[in-house]
């Protein structure tokens, strides 16, 4: 009982993290106080859980480069569910990650049949105008992914690494599936490594931030990442070993010569495999940073060796929104979402009609008290609309103690709601006259 006076919805984090375990997706909780200040979905447990996260945030606090990374489809409106993914893309981008944004029109065209000129119509006038009026940076990069030819070439490079079974077996391929589909799997996982080719500075920590669904993508691509890599370093206790994969002589000898030049310890050659033994500073256990020494070295070898040398990218994850008609948000039911293209209007009647965590009737509510967790209105508030933690704490208390009627939320939050829409309408609007700094051509 205690929990559920958790005004950030406890009870559904405690669902998602009973999920995760069995995925192997790790709590965020880890995470938020090594952050100074976290983005209001991080402190409002709305981001609930990460995948190797602390490796992005290390590189954050030490200013080392790091990036951001996600897609959106050009299949239908822009939404609030995508201005979530927005809005971590932007934080990343202000903590001084270089930021990337794929309109997947590839993807949308193989999977949903969508045409070239819809793809772009909708890239644009849905999400880039949305992106940039939320205040993505033009240093960063918005790219068509038919357009980016180095995402595309690494795209085949790493389907040369995965074959049908595999891929199948995570999204359910079959023999009718077209062969445009699966590339387009690869051009997602491209999407994701892409920041770290060359052009873009080199191997770094990448965050992918996504909607839970999104994992599988995530698995398959940090998969492929330590796939492509020529070299794996483990510790063993008091000494390191790093394994050749299929490393070849030339690169066996240049890791061996690496390794001898940095005075680590005693380098062992053997045929697929070199032992650093009587490490430095090695008191029975390895420590973490040599450890990573040892391996951004590997990488430099790797890459001046024609390989990627890639970092397994990281991702978080936010829960979703409960849809306005009840059950999920999706795009494809116009009642159970607000589009960010949306009449203000209309998306305030659409609030109006929401189905909330109140009672049937004003008695119960002020006897039994709402349910702010189930309801689809507080959330409006709790994910976008209220920068104040005590407001809404102030609300959720409200709510359950049977002091506060759903009419007059709705009305609240209809009007926050319209007023939101039009000034990012308005944002959106001035953003169509900067598309040429962001390298798109209208
Ligand atoms: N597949 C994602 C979707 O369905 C879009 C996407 C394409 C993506 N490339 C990506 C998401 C890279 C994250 C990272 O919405
Ligand atoms: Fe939701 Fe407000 Fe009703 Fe509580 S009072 S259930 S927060 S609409």
């Given at each position: 009982?205690?929990?559920?006076?958790?005004?950030?919805?406890?009870?559904?984090?405690?669902?998602?993290?009973?999920?995760?375990?069995?995925?192997?997706?790790s709590s965020f909780d880890e995470i938020l106080p090594k952050l100074k200040a976290p983005h209001p979905y991080m402190r409002r447990r709305i981001i609930f859980g990460h995948r190797n996260y602390d490796s992005v945030v290390r590189a954050m606090l030490q200013h080392r480069p790091?990036?951001?990374?996600?897609?959106?489809?050009?299949?239908?409106?822009?939404?609030?569910?995508?201005?979530?993914?927005?809005?971590?893309?932007?934080?990343?981008?202000?903590?001084?990650?270089?930021?990337?944004?794929?309109?997947?029109?590839?993807?949308?065209?193989?999977?949903?049949?969508?045409?070239?000129?819809?793809?772009?119509?909708?890239?644009?006038?849905?999400?880039?105008?949305?992106?940039?009026?939320?205040?993505?940076?033009?240093?960063?990069?918005?790219?068509?992914?038919?357009?980016?030819?180095?995402?595309?070439?690494?795209?085949?490079?790493?389907?040369?690494?995965?074959?049908?079974?595999?891929?199948?077996?995570?999204?359910?391929?079959?023999?009718?599936?077209?062969?445009?589909?699966?590339?387009?799997?690869?051009?997602?996982?491209?999407?994701?490594?892409?920041?770290?080719?060359?052009?873009?500075?080199?191997?770094?920590?990448?965050?992918?931030?996504?909607?839970?669904?999104?994992?599988?993508?995530?698995?398959?691509?940090?998969?492929?990442?330590?796939?492509?890599?020529?070299?794996?370093?483990?510790?063993?206790?008091?000494?390191?070993?790093?394994?050749?994969?299929?490393?070849?002589?030339?690169?066996?000898?240049?890791?061996?010569?690496?390794?001898?030049?940095?005075?680590?310890?005693?380098?062992?050659?053997?045929?697929?495999?070199?032992?650093?033994?009587?490490?430095?500073?090695?008191?029975?256990?390895?420590?973490?940073?040599?450890?990573?020494?040892?391996?951004?070295?590997?990488?430099?070898?790797?890459?001046?060796?024609?390989?990627?040398?890639?970092?397994?990218?990281?991702?978080?994850?936010?829960?979703?929104?409960?849809?306005?008609?009840?059950?999920?948000?999706?795009?494809?039911?116009?009642?159970?979402?607000?589009?960010?293209?949306?009449?203000?209007?209309?998306?305030?009647?659409?609030?109006?009609?929401?189905?909330?965590?109140?009672?049937?009737?004003?008695?119960?509510?002020?006897?039994?008290?709402?349910?702010?967790?189930?309801?689809?209105?507080?959330?409006?508030?709790?994910?976008?609309?209220?920068?104040?933690?005590?407001?809404?704490?102030?609300?959720?208390?409200?709510?359950?103690?049977?002091?506060?009627?759903?009419?007059?939320?709705?009305?609240?939050?209809?009007?926050?709601?319209?007023?939101?829409?039009?000034?990012?309408?308005?944002?959106?609007?001035?953003?169509?006259?900067?598309?040429?700094?962001?390298?798109?051509?209208?």
């Open positions: 009982m205690e929990l559920k006076l958790d005004p950030w919805g406890a009870v559904h984090v405690d669902d998602y993290n009973r999920l995760f375990q069995e995925f192997g997706i790091f990036a951001v990374m996600s897609g959106f489809m050009p299949s239908g409106r822009v939404h609030f569910g995508h201005m979530m993914v927005m809005n971590e893309i932007i934080w990343h981008q202000q903590q001084g990650g270089d930021a990337f944004a794929a309109i997947a029109n590839m993807e949308a065209h193989a999977v949903r049949g969508i045409s070239w000129a819809k793809c772009r119509d909708l890239g644009i006038n849905e999400y880039i105008l949305s992106l940039i009026a939320l205040g993505f940076q033009p240093s960063g990069h918005i790219y068509f992914q038919s357009e980016n030819f180095k995402m595309r070439d690494l795209a085949f490079e790493l389907a040369a690494s995965a074959n049908f079974s595999e891929v199948s077996a995570i999204y359910g391929f079959s023999g009718e599936t077209t062969i445009a589909h699966m590339a387009s799997v690869m051009a997602q996982s491209a999407d994701i490594l892409h920041p770290q080719l060359k052009e873009f500075g080199g191997p770094k920590p990448v965050v992918i931030p996504v909607g839970a669904d999104q994992d599988p993508h995530i698995k398959l691509t940090r998969d492929l990442a330590y796939r492509m890599r020529r070299f794996l370093v483990e510790r063993r206790g008091d000494y390191v070993s790093i394994r050749g994969k299929a490393a070849g002589d030339d690169l066996m000898q240049a890791a061996e010569k690496a390794l001898m030049d940095a005075d680590f310890g005693k380098v062992r050659r053997y045929a697929e495999h070199i032992d650093l033994t009587e490490i430095r500073e090695s008191e029975g256990l390895v420590s973490g940073e040599l450890m990573e020494e040892i391996d951004r070295m590997m990488r430099d070898v790797e890459i001046k060796h024609g390989e990627f040398g890639f970092i397994p990218p990281a991702s978080i994850y936010h829960r979703f929104m409960t849809g306005l008609a009840g059950g999920k948000m999706s795009s494809s039911k116009p009642e159970s979402h607000i589009a960010l293209t949306e009449d203000p209007k209309e998306a305030a009647k659409k609030i109006m009609r929401a189905i909330t965590g109140g009672r049937q009737s004003l008695a119960e509510q002020r006897k039994l008290g709402g349910e702010p967790e189930k309801c689809s209105v507080y959330e409006f508030l709790l994910f976008h609309l209220s920068d104040d933690d005590e407001e809404l704490r102030e609300l959720d208390g409200e709510c359950r103690s049977g002091r506060r009627m759903c009419g007059t939320c709705k009305k609240d939050v209809a009007e926050r709601v319209e007023i939101f829409l039009r000034e990012h309408q308005q944002a959106r609007e001035a953003a169509r006259d900067r598309l040429p700094e962001f390298g798109i051509k209208t």
